[in-house]
């Protein structure tokens, strides 16, 4: 089945910094999304992106399907940002390990 | 609020017990599908239902099973618990079936099951 790596594992980064995100995948895909998982477990849609480019406030997210990777952009983090970010591709239901993301004070 | 409901929100029970998680899905979504969380581990996908009949089938054990009612909503019943089975479970839906144009997944707040 399809494989989904994602990078860094952990992310440590001062208030008002900005980051990176990376989600590598094996094979093309029709679906894609981004979530994150705030500290109380919820799973919150952040961008469903198969392709192309989206923004919305201080995130964005790219997806370049035929090199088979998407990107999240997250600018002036805030505390509130802290969690894991998951890719998730649907075909095969798979989800990526996720990056943790600490936004320090 | 993603419109996914699950109940119950925290259950604790003991081993070798049995137990049922229920979900409504979004209105208008057909498809419901079930994913497990251990802690501090990615989401496995479990199940998924679509307007009542299995579409696809993941890492679920015999001892678990899924059914999604007439109605839409779907139950996942745990059985012969062990202490391996805490975990968090979370309910998902979205418009149509996996393949293209599937729509967005949108979770359920979880069901977060300790056996003890």
């Known amino acids: 089945g399809i494989q989904v790596e994602q990078s860094p594992p952990d992310l440590i980064l001062q208030e008002g910094a900005n980051s990176t995100l990376r989600c590598n995948f094996s094979d093309s895909v029709n679906n894609l999304q981004w979530f994150h998982q705030n500290p109380w477990g919820q799973l919150i849609n952040l961008f469903y992106i198969p392709s192309g480019t989206k923004q919305n406030g201080r995130l964005s997210a790219t997806t370049v399907a035929t090199e088979r990777y998407s990107l999240l952009y997250i600018s002036s983090s805030q505390t509130t940002d802290s969690g894991v970010y998951f890719c998730a591709v649907r075909e095969n239901f798979v989800f990526g390990p996720g990056t943790r993301l600490s936004v320090l004070p | 609020d993603s419109g996914v409901t699950q109940t119950p929100k925290h259950l604790i029970t003991a081993t070798g017990q049995r137990v049922t998680l229920r979900c409504s899905p979004r209105s208008g979504d057909l498809s419901v599908y079930w994913y497990q969380q251990s802690l501090d581990q990615g989401l496995q996908f479990l199940i998924q239902?679509?307007?009542?009949?299995?579409?696809a089938k993941g890492n679920i054990l015999e001892r678990f099973s899924a059914q999604q009612f007439p109605d839409l909503h779907s139950e996942l019943n745990l059985s012969s618990l062990e202490l391996g089975d805490s975990a968090l479970y979370f309910c998902?839906?979205?418009?149509?079936?996996?393949?293209?144009?599937?729509?967005?997944?949108?979770f359920g707040e979880g069901s977060r099951l300790t056996v003890l």
């Open positions: 239902y679509y307007n009542g009949e299995e579409r």
């Open positions: 998902a839906s979205s418009v149509n079936w996996w393949g293209a144009n599937t729509g967005e997944l949108f």
